[in-house]
T-cell receptor, first 113, second 118 residues
Framework: DAGITQSPRHKVTETGTPVTLRCHQT?????MYWYRQDPGHGLRLIHY???????DKGEVSDGYSVSRSKTEDFLLTLESATSSQTSVYFC????????????FGEGSRLTVL | AQSVTQLDSQVPVFEEAPVELRCNYS??????LFWYVQYPNQGLQLLLK??????LVKGINGFEAEFNKSQTSFHLRKPSVHISDTAEYFC????????????????FGQGTILTVHP
């Protein structure tokens, strides 16, 4: 158990509304990630963080923003949700140094109507 | 830039048969390689990883993978599958150079759904 909690686990919202997903870790890891999973695409990196207030874009960052004001929380925000953002979102943390291994949360399923 | 191609989107096999899930990667730097498994409605779990050293890597649940640098491949194998191995499997790559743009970012393949039939 890597001590990762995602919330909410399920959410249905309407196009144009803002949505925030939260990732909380209990083990003080420096690196945190947000991925989205879609059939036929595997997992694609949205944003990642390498420390408090230090974030960078991944390959599918358009329409998403992130914030990390403290080590344990990494927030993903959809400013104005669209149907193309219907997906399953996974948070991950990188354990230790040098090994590169990521541990994943259980996922947050978002449906945008 | 780095990328991963999983050559089969679906692999059906019978129980106790051997299986190979194929993965090719592309990267301009040396890499770490991973296989993850995802059971239905769950998160991802690490099966095995290659960081350096021996090119044959053993993981959990009897799986193993072989790193082939010349062919840029990292195929996953199991000599005898079980019904409980039914899941989606993901190959992933990360650049191992701390100063490179791919360091710390894990790039996934599209996934291979393994279905084991009785």
């Amino acid at each position: 158990d890597a001590g990762i909690t995602q919330s909410p686990r399920h959410k249905v919202t309407e196009t144009g509304t803002p949505v925030t997903l939260r990732c909380h870790q209990t083990e003080n890891h420096r690196y945190m990630y947000w991925y989205r999973q879609d059939p036929g695409h595997g997992l694609r990196l949205i944003h990642y963080s390498y420390g408090v207030k230090d974030t960078d874009k991944g390959e599918v960052s358009d329409g998403y923003s992130v914030s990390r004001s403290k080590t344990e929380d990494f927030l993903l925000t959809l400013e104005s949700a669209t149907s193309s953002q219907t997906s399953v979102y996974f948070c991950a943390i990188r354990a230790g140094t040098g090994t590169g291994e990521l541990f994943f949360g259980e996922g947050s399923r978002l449906t945008v109507l | 830039a780095q990328s991963v191609t999983q050559l089969d989107s679906q692999v059906p096999v019978f129980e106790e048969a051997p299986v190979e899930l194929r993965c090719n990667y592309s990267s301009s730097v040396s890499v770490y390689l991973f296989w993850y498994v995802q059971y239905p409605n769950q998160g991802l779990q690490l099966l095995l990883k290659y960081l350096s050293g021996s090119t044959l890597v053993k993981g959990i649940n009897g799986f193993e993978a072989e790193f082939n640098k010349s062919q840029t491949s990292f195929h996953l194998r199991k000599p005898s599958v079980h019904i409980s191995d039914t899941a989606e499997y993901f190959c992933a790559v990360m650049g191992d150079y701390a100063g490179g743009t791919s360091y710390g970012k894990l790039t996934f393949g599209q996934g291979t759904i393994l279905t084991v039939h009785p």
